[in-house]
């Protein structure tokens, strides 16, 4: 398009807005409804008109920004893993689910993720950051942090997943040990949850979390793929078999 088509565009509008106007206005002055209507909000208008102007919070617009951004749905990738397809929601600041494709139908996985992130997904391709993050977790079984979003979930929940990720791959601890690190001796039951409302397996390897005992005890995807996890990791002791 050029200057001038655009010019002509600006011309046409003034003149059916002008034309518009013209109308309005004969309209007006035959018509005693519409006139007492203009009576009513012409009133209306001068009011609102005297009231004081009130300054704006110093954070609006920052605070419209922010919301707006958390509106804004998360992408949700395919990422082929060792593991299998890995369905992977994510947004501007890292990762926010990740499921490892089974049986289930796609939709209900989209459907299923949804309902755990409260806001929908759009197919969008994965960043480079975010999928070279991936690449290297099956590269070296640790994840860069700084690329992975938990920042829905309670502070405890938050503290118990870092503390999963300190412990080595190939290596387990139990529930009670991350109660202790944590500082919350007596909580290896809600530690147990923590770990299983883990919305980032893997990267945060809920996996190298058993029981007491060495029991595997619970996984999302079944203790057969936990310890095919742990294997693949070069673990080659972790109690009793559940």
């Given at each position: 398009m050029r200057c001038s088509d655009v010019q002509e565009v600006w011309d046409e509008r003034r003149e059916t807005a002008a034309s518009r106007y013209d109308q309005i206005a004969l309209h007006l002055r035959a018509?005693?409804?519409?006139?007492?209507?203009?009576?009513?909000?012409?009133?209306?208008?001068?009011c609102l008109s005297?009231?004081?102007?009130?300054?704006?919070?110093?954070?609006?617009?920052?605070?419209?920004?922010?919301?707006?951004?958390?509106l804004k749905a998360d992408g949700l990738a395919t990422f082929a893993s060792p593991l299998g397809l890995l369905r992977v929601a994510f947004r501007e600041s890292g990762i926010t689910f990740i499921a490892l494709e089974s049986e289930e139908k796609a939709c209900d996985i989209?459907?299923?993720?949804?309902?755990?992130?409260?806001?929908?997904?759009?197919?969008?391709?994965?960043?480079?950051?975010?999928?070279?993050?991936?690449?290297?977790?099956?590269?070296?079984?640790?994840?860069?942090?700084?690329?992975?979003?938990?920042?829905?979930l309670t502070p405890f929940e938050q503290a118990a997943l870092h503390q999963a990720a300190l412990i080595p791959a190939g290596q387990t601890r139990s529930y009670g040990w991350i109660a202790v690190a944590i500082g919350r001796p007596h909580a290896a039951r809600a530690v147990g949850q923590a770990m299983a409302r883990n919305p980032v397996p893997l990267l945060y390897p809920c996996h190298r979390v058993t029981a007491a005992d060495g029991n595997l005890h619970n996984y999302g995807y079944g203790t057969a793929m936990k310890r095919r996890i742990l294997i693949m990791e070069g673990c080659r002791s972790y109690g009793r078999q559940a």
């Open positions: 018509c005693a409804h519409c006139q007492a209507l203009y009576k009513k909000n012409e009133g209306v208008a001068y005297r009231l004081a102007l009130v300054e704006p919070p110093i954070r609006l617009a920052t605070n419209i920004l922010e919301h707006l951004k958390s989209r459907a299923r993720i949804e309902r755990r992130l409260r806001r929908p997904l759009r197919d969008a391709d994965l960043p480079v950051r975010l999928r070279e993050t991936l690449e290297a977790y099956f590269r070296t079984w640790s994840a860069d942090e700084a690329n992975i979003d938990i920042s829905a």
